[in-house]
């Protein structure tokens, strides 16, 4: 079973820039899609970002053009840069690796999740 690792969360004043990092463990993280959710405090957790095992991405609406995933398959490792940060964008931030390859917009695509990182802007 993978085993993911997020760090980089921290606190950013509105306007700045985060990037946060998912480390796997296991040997065939480079076959799996990847993706980023977040929680804030009293909502539902969200999709953010996913990334496949090819390169190919997509996004939430709330964060295109200005948040980035990207994946070093070297490394096991995928990333989240956030830019143009916003407090809305508050949250614990958690990746996860799918199971499928379709629908990774949704979170009955992913069975792996780690801890999460908190990310916090202020206004």
């Known amino acids: 079973q993978v085993q993911l690792v997020e760090s980089g969360g921290g606190l950013v004043q509105a306007g700045g820039s985060l990037r946060l990092s998912c480390a796997a463990s296991g040997r065939t993280f480079s076959s799996y899609a990847m993706g980023w959710f977040r929680q804030a405090p009293g909502k539902e957790r969200e999709f953010v970002a996913a990334?496949?095992?090819?390169?190919?991405?997509i996004y939430a609406d709330s964060v295109k053009g200005r948040f980035t995933i990207s994946r070093d398959n070297a490394k096991k490792t995928v990333y989240l840069q956030m830019n143009s940060l916003e407090p809305e964008d508050t949250a614990v931030y958690c990746c996860?690796?799918?199971?499928?390859?379709?629908?990774?917009?949704?979170?009955?695509?992913?069975?792996?999740w780690g801890q999460g990182a908190q990310v916090t802007v202020s206004s």
């Open positions: 990334i496949s095992w090819s390169g190919n991405t």
């Open positions: 996860a690796t799918a199971s499928r390859g379709a629908g990774l917009g949704y979170q009955d695509a992913y069975s792996n």
